[in-house]
């Protein structure tokens, strides 16, 4: 479902900035993959993402997406084959909007649109019945506008929008980061049953070692701009973050350096 060929991504070229962010990373996934990332600080996480829906163009290497080369594609063009969360709960939502509003954006997503905009009552109908999966209450307020709701809210119907078009990859780039753990820990609830329901294919990037363990079913870790562990199966299960630590230390040479993974 997804390739990833010697990317290659340097940032501030010729410069005293000169960065090497992505440095000959090679990934495969498989359909139905739901793949956990985690990484040190400047390990090139959220830029492998950003390489993949097309936010800026890799230096060399090819982005494969379900059997088609998307490495020259703008990134409205791949928009079709992806769906994205983001860490920010503002993100993804059009705030003055309502709702519903929301939603349909998201249900027309890749659709012709001719001139007429209004909602159908079985669309309307559709859209309270995905929004009671969330278990938020939200099917009652879907002419309520989205700047009202709380951030969890938020992401909880970014989510769901990202998903309305089951798409061939789902990217979701710390996307409980900025909440509080009890809400963080239902979202990551309803990312998993959403992936698991409609079988997605699904990368997710967190600093939380605890929830890259207990999600997915495969495990990688980054560093230096290239992935240097891949956890899957039954030793994926038996990970402790002790574990992950240690063989952090194994391959990179490295203690792992990242405040906010160590104290989550």
Known sequence: MLKLQNIR?????????????????????????????????GAGKSTML???SGAWAVDSGEIIIDGVDVTNLPEYKRAEYLGRVFQDPMMGTATDMEIEENLA??????????????????????????????DLGLETRMRSKVGLLSG???????????????????????????????????????SEKIITENGLTALMVTHNMKD???????????GNGKVILDIEGEDKKKLTVEDLLQKFSVASGSEFASDRALLS
């Open 212 to 222: 890259a363990i207990a999600h997915g079913n495969r495990l990688i870790m980054m």
């Open 50 to 52: 950003n390489a993949i």
């Open 152 to 190: 969890g809210q938020r992401q909880a119907l970014t989510l769901l929008m990202a998903t309305l078009q089951k798409p061939k990859l789902l990217l979701l780039d710390e996307h409980t980061a900025a909440l509080d753990p009890k809400t963080a820990a239902k979202v990551l609830e309803l």
């Open 105 to 134: 954006i998201a249900y027309r997503r890749g659709k012709k649109r001719g001139l007429s905009w209004g909602i159908t009552s079985k669309e309307r109908e559709l859209y309270k019945e995905l929004l009671k999966t969330l």
């Open 9 to 41: 991504k340097t940032f501030n070229i010729g410069t005293p900035n000169e960065k090497v962010a992505l440095d000959g990373l090679n990934l495969t996934l498989k359909p139905g993959d739901f793949v956990t990332i985690i990484g040190g600080n």
